[in-house]
């Protein structure tokens, strides 16, 4: 069984930087894709960044020249630096990967505010 671990959430200040971890325990591979997606408030889950084999990176509009996406030689651990951020930006956060199904990480919780 595949369990995606995050961390790195919290409270910051607008135009402060986080950076977010989700890590793979259990039976762990090399994940053709991973991503952050987040959920605000009364709002859809959306696509931050993704990254592929590949592929390379993709990002959302909104967060491009803020957020980056990285991952280990593993693959099986990714990574969201968030600079500038934004009060638009608090939202859960989660990770994503995918090998031959999807897995999901529980979520982490980014609040961007004076």
């Known amino acids: 069984q595949v369990q995606l671990v995050e961390s790195g959430g919290g409270l910051v200040e607008p135009g402060g930087s986080l950076r977010l971890s989700c890590a793979a325990r259990?039976?762990?591979?090399?994940?053709?894709?991973m991503a952050w997606y987040r959920q605000a408030p009364g709002k859809q889950r959306e696509l931050v960044a993704n990254?592929?084999?590949?592929?390379?990176?993709n990002y959302a509009d909104s967060v491009k020249g803020r957020f980056s996406i990285s991952r280990d030689k593993t693959l099986s651990t990714v990574y969201l630096q968030m600079n500038s951020l934004e009060p638009e930006d608090t939202a859960v956060y989660y990770c994503?990967?995918?090998?031959?199904?999807?897995?999901w990480g529980q979520g982490t919780q980014v609040t961007v505010s004076s």
């Open positions: 259990g039976r762990t591979f090399s994940f053709y894709v």
């Open positions: 990254h592929s084999i590949g592929g390379g990176a």
């Open positions: 994503y990967a995918r090998f031959k199904k999807d897995f």
